[in-house]
Each structure stands twice: as structure tokens, then as C-alpha cells.
């Protein structure tokens, strides 16, 4: 079966603070996908990144960056120089090739204090 | 870049009602749609994977009959939620899976911008 755990349910830091989210995961599967979205207070979900399970390279995009352990079966997100506007819901999710069903974690809540 | 859309963005009705929820993929063809469910301060649940022009496949504790869906083109699904209770209002999102040079992959799923529920 298919899991994704994100420990941290709420993290809160003060602006230009960096901070890093927690993403572990199970399944069987060898081929897969690797997801993290942004949940704003709109509720739109936005698309951070994809990673597939071949490809073990760090990704950073401006302020944001990824840690994709395989062998430890996670795949962090650090926000460096956090900003108010990064306020959200963070889910990371998991998908297989089989069926392409997304399976989100439980997200973390960040507030970035002014 | 793909748009998906979702109508009615807010919806407010009364118990025993039935409300209709449309997704459509705006700029390319999709012939899968997923719905999925999200309560406050929860995470998204999948609740059917709907697909163009056969039945819709639902995940395990989702009630057929309570949460209809048609899918009857390559860019509308519809999910109609019957007789409606206080306990069905949740944000409803969905998503739409495009082909690009005749492959599917997860990365090719487009999320709606999602549809509050309340069921008074």
C-alpha cells in the first residue's frame, strides 16, 4: 500500500527564516512519482514540483529547494528566506504509473510570522 | 497552459437537495478525471477516478449512488451529489489527466481550483 506521512502538522517561523517540511514515504512500487503542492488560503492547489523515483538529483527553484532521499524514502521541501506570502498548506504526494492516482499526506500548515 | 475550470465555485443548499459540480478541462481533452474530497484542515481524499464515456471507478468507502458521475465528453465530468446532508459539505476538487504525445503520466494531471460545498 501506498503512504505518504508528513509529521509536522503546524511549523511556524518567523520571516526570513528558513524552513524545512518533512515528507516520507511507502510503496512497493520501483517506478514512481513524488509531488509537493501549495495549498493558499483560497484553497486552489499549485503545483510545486514532480520528481520521479529515478531521478535522485536535488532541485532548487529560487527560494525553494528538495532533498529526495531514496534510501530513506523521503523527499523534504526547504523554503530559504521565508516570506509571509509563503503562508499555506503544504501536502506532499505520491503517485504510481499504474493508475495515476494521487495520494496526498495529511499537509503541514506554515505560518510565516511578520 | 491547462486550465482546468470548476463550476460552481461556492454552492449553498439545503438538506435533501441534489447538487451538480462540473469540471472542465478548458484548453486540451481529458480522457481521465479524478474527484476528490477535502474536509476542513484535512488532506484530499480520492474519492473516483472518472473516465470518458464508461463508468466511473470508486475508491473503497465512497457511496455510488450518493455521488454520481458522469464523464460524457473529453472535457466535462460532472460529479452530482444526491439528497444531500449537513455531513456532505466539504471542498470538492478535481482533476484532469492530459495526453501529451499519447502518454499519460501523473505529471500531466491538472488540478480545478475547487468547489465549497455547504449543505445547510
Known amino acids: 500500500a501506498q503512504k505518504v506521512t508528513q509529521a509536522q502538522t503546524e511549523i511556524s517561523v518567523v520571516e526570513k527564516e528558513d524552513v524545512t517540511l518533512d515528507c516520507v514515504y511507502e510503496t512497493r512500487d520501483t517506478t514512481y512519482y513524488l509531488f509537493w503542492y501549495k495549498q493558499p488560503p483560497s484553497g486552489e492547489l499549485v503545483f510545486l514540483i514532480r520528481?520521479?523515483?529515478?531521478?535522485?538529483q536535488n532541485e532548487i527553484s529560487g527560494r525553494y529547494s528538495w532533498n529526495f532521499q531514496k534510501s530513506t524514502s523521503s523527499f523534504n521541501f526547504t523554503i530559504t528566506a521565508s516570506q509571509v506570502v509563503d503562508s499555506a498548506v503544504y501536502f506532499c504526494a505520491l503517485s504510481d504509473i499504474r493508475d495515476d492516482k494521487i495520494i496526498f499526506g495529511k499537509g503541514t500548515r506554515l505560518h510565516i510570522l511578520p | 497552459g491547462a486550465v482546468v475550470s470548476q463550476h460552481p465555485s461556492w454552492v449553498i443548499c439545503k438538506s435533501g437537495t441534489s447538487v451538480k459540480i462540473e469540471c472542465r478541462s478548458l484548453?486540451?481533452?481529458?480522457?481521465?478525471m479524478f474527484w476528490y474530497r477535502q474536509f476542513p484542515k484535512q488532506s484530499l481524499m480520492l474519492m473516483a477516478t472518472?473516465?470518458?464515456?464508461?463508468?466511473?471507478?470508486?475508491e473503497q468507502g465512497v457511496e455510488k449512488d450518493k455521488f454520481l458521475i458522469n464523464h460524457a465528453s473529453l472535457t466535462l465530468s460532472t460529479l452530482t451529489v444526491t439528497s444531500a446532508h449537513p455531513e456532505d459539505s466539504s471542498f470538492y476538487i478535481c482533476?484532469?489527466?492530459?495526453?501529451?504525445?499519447?502518454?499519460?503520466?501523473?505529471?500531466?494531471?491538472?488540478f480545478g481550483p475547487g468547489t465549497r460545498l455547504l449543505v445547510l
Open positions: 472518472s473516465n470518458e464515456g464508461s463508468k466511473a471507478t470508486y
Open positions: 484548453d486540451f481533452q481529458a480522457t481521465t
Open positions: 520528481r520521479n523515483s529515478f531521478d535522485e
Open positions: 482533476s484532469a489527466r492530459r495526453v501529451l504525445n499519447n502518454r499519460v503520466t501523473p505529471e500531466t494531471q491538472y
